[in-house]
Nanobody, 123 residues
Framework: RVSLVESGGGSVQAGGSLRLACSVSGATVAGYCMGWFRQAPGKEREAVATINGKSNRYYTGFVDGRFTIYRDSAKNMIFLEMNSLKPADTAMYYC?????????????????WGQGTQVTVSS
C-alpha cells in the first residue's frame, strides 16, 4: 500500500513563499507519476503540477512560473516550491501517486492520496 504524508503548509502573506513536502512509502517516486493537487472551499480538487519518472513536468496554467515540482529520489520525497503566493492560492494541498510512468492530470487518474496540508495566503 502506498502512503503519502504532506507537510510544509502554513499561513503567509501575499508574495510569500512556502515549500510543501510529501514523504512517500510503498512506491518509488522516481518510477511513477507524482502530483500535487489543491482544493479550495466550495471548489473541485484540481491539479497543480505533476512529475513523471523521466522528470517531465506539467504545471496548470494558474501556476504561471511561480511553482516548481521536484523530487528527491534518495529520500523518496516530492516537493512543491511555491513563490509569489496569492490569496487565490489558498487551499488544501494534496500529494498524489499514479502508479504508472505516464502522467495525467485528472483526480481519478491518481490512486493514492495524502491527507493534505493547508496553505493560507492573506492579502
Amino acid at each position: 500500500r502506498v502512503s503519502l504524508v504532506e507537510s510544509g503548509g502554513g499561513s503567509v502573506q501575499a508574495g510569500g513563499s512556502l515549500r510543501l513536502a510529501c514523504s512517500v512509502s510503498g512506491a518509488t517516486v522516481a518510477g511513477y507519476c507524482m502530483g500535487w493537487f489543491r482544493q479550495a472551499p466550495g471548489k473541485e480538487r484540481e491539479a497543480v503540477a505533476t512529475i513523471n519518472g523521466k522528470s517531465n513536468r506539467y504545471y496548470t496554467g494558474f501556476v504561471d512560473g511561480r511553482f516548481t515540482i521536484y523530487r528527491d529520489s534518495a529520500k523518496n520525497m516530492i516537493f512543491l516550491e511555491m513563490n509569489s503566493l496569492k490569496p487565490a492560492d489558498t487551499a488544501m494541498y494534496y500529494c498524489a501517486a499514479r502508479l504508472s510512468t505516464w502522467c495525467r492530470t485528472g483526480v481519478t487518474d491518481f490512486s493514492d492520496w495524502g491527507q493534505g496540508t493547508q496553505v493560507t495566503v492573506s492579502s
